[in-house]
């Protein structure tokens, strides 16, 4: 009898890596009909709370504004969210049978909602807190969050002095033609809190709603992204990183056998990570999910879930819009930050929204204390709009380089396989306003907020919107167009 065939040669010499921990296991996303309802009141519950106790709108103007929205299942490789017929009927019966209730605790600032149905079982509750400079932290239905929200200290700024290095705005002269815009674009817009246009070097002119105010702190949502990217160049300005083309040192991607390996920073910032997560349907059935808006309706460590997603399509080949990528940016940052030994929430804002005199800026926190990376973050526009100067100045501020030379053409450039989207910035290259040039850069949140930025005439437009309003996109283009004309 002859001897067995000896075994493959390749497989006896591979290194086995002992001291490596492979690739994290990953979060299923949970698409029952109950954890869908937790996350339908956990996300009116963030909304509310944001409204009432970040931006100060009093409860009966955030009730209003509230617009109440089924939880939907993440989408696949081609198309968004996929409502839950059945949610959305039981939220709608709901609402008509007044079986949602709303608490808020001025003290606490935190607002409960809660959804009774009798026919489903228990109550299901969903809440969240507001504390200063961490937005409105998403709880769910834990009760308090799992860190202490202490006190962040944040550089005073200089108030008096003249913007954009101060918060100081002199009188903007009469611009009839800017004001007639404005007029045009608010009555298109019922959310709308206000719209501004500058250049680097005054506000040319600014207006806001009746319930927009010069100094009302709004909701920017994916807006935060850009501030992301911008704090990923500042990390690595400040040494802190490589190259965007490194690959993606995540606190959880340590292993190089595993397929996060492959996964750059700039897949990262121009969504093209691939990163999924897997999803067990109302019906038990399991599939691939691409999320997007679980990180502000479940009450969880946003960076961890993240860190824990699944590369489903290889890195670099596919552009899919998802939160979790810019979040693992986010859970990048953090490690940079505290290896060096900093303190975490005052450093990262020191990093960018400290020096630029952003003082009203803040981020919202997840249940472990992660500063959101992907949205949720808040300001006036006169701050948003000093992001918008950084760019327009090509990363100079006040004469020093905050941004790497070269950084503003890369992160406001479009990528080159075919979509307008740069690096958590989009871009007019598919002309969505036909007015502007094709050049015209933006951060865009949810709602239509956007910070405009147009670097020939250095000129920055920013717009701030009350979420799921609708806003008149041809009047916002002609308002940005006659803002172009007036430098």
Not at 28 to 35: F, T, V
Not at 143 to 151: K, T, V
Not at 257 to 262: F, I, P, S, T, V
Not at 448 to 457: G, T
Request: proline fraction near 9%; glycine fraction near 10%; charge should be neutral.
């Amino acid at each position: 009898m002859s001897a067995p065939p000896p075994p493959e040669p390749l497989a006896d010499r591979s290194p086995s890596f002992p001291s490596a921990d492979g690739p994290p296991d990953p979060v299923i996303y949970d698409g029952s009909a109950r954890a869908l309802r937790q996350r339908t009141v956990t996300f009116a519950a963030k909304r509310l709370t944001d409204m009432i106790y970040v931006t100060g709108l009093d409860q009966a103007s955030a009730e209003r504004h509230l617009r109440w929205r089924a939880a939907a299942i993440p989408g696949g490789l081609a198309a968004g969210p996929v409502p839950d017929a059945g949610i959305a009927a039981a939220l709608e019966a709901a609402r008509r049978d007044g079986r949602l209730a709303i608490a808020a605790d001025d003290r606490d600032r935190r607002v409960t909602v809660r959804w009774t149905d009798p026919a489903f079982g228990a109550p299901v509750a969903g809440s969240a807190l507001a504390r200063p400079g961490y937005g409105g932290i998403v709880l769910g239905a834990e009760a308090a969050p799992r860190f202490d929200p202490r006190p962040i200290a944040r550089a005073p700024g200089t108030p008096d002095r003249d913007w954009p290095f101060g918060d100081a705005v002199a009188p903007p002269p009469p611009a009839p033609a800017l004001a007639a815009a404005a007029t045009a674009l608010a009555a298109g817009a019922p959310g709308l809190y206000g719209v501004l246009a500058a250049t680097p070097e005054r506000v040319l002119f600014e207006h806001y709603s009746t319930f927009g105010r010069p100094d009302r702190a709004t909701p920017s949502w994916s807006m935060t992204k850009a501030l992301t990217c911008t704090l990923i160049g500042r990390a690595i300005a400040e040494g802190w990183l490589g190259s965007v083309h490194d690959p993606a040192p995540a606190p959880l991607w340590r292993d190089p056998r595993a397929a996060q390996h492959a996964i750059t920073l700039d897949h990262l910032l121009r969504m093209r990570s691939g990163l999924a997560f897997p999803v067990l349907g109302p019906d038990g059935t399991g599939r691939m999910g691409f999320e997007n808006s679980a990180v502000y309706q479940d009450g969880t460590d946003a960076f961890d879930t993240a860190q824990r997603s699944i590369v489903a399509t290889a890195p670099g080949a596919v552009f899919r819009y998802v939160n979790s990528g810019v979040n693992v940016l986010g859970a990048i940052l953090r490690d940079q930050i505290e290896r060096r030994g900093l303190p975490y929430p005052a450093t990262l804002y020191g990093l960018l929204a400290d020096r630029l005199g952003m003082r009203s800026y803040q981020h919202s926190a997840d249940l472990v204390g992660n500063m959101i990376a992907s949205g949720a973050g808040f300001a006036t526009l006169r701050d948003y709009a000093k992001l918008g100067v950084l760019y327009a100045q090509d990363g100079m501020w006040g004469g020093e380089r905050l941004l790497p030379p070269g950084w503003a053409d890369y992160a406001l450039t479009a990528t080159h396989t075919g979509t307008s989207y740069a690096a958590c910035f989009r871009t007019n290259a598919d002309r969505l306003f036909p007015e502007l040039p094709a050049e015209t850069a933006w951060a865009s949140g949810a709602s239509d907020q956007r910070i405009f930025i147009l670097r020939r005439p250095r000129l920055v437009v920013a717009v701030a919107n009350e979420t799921d309003h609708p806003m008149d996109l041809s009047a916002l283009g002609r308002f940005v167009a006659a803002a172009i004309g007036s430098v």
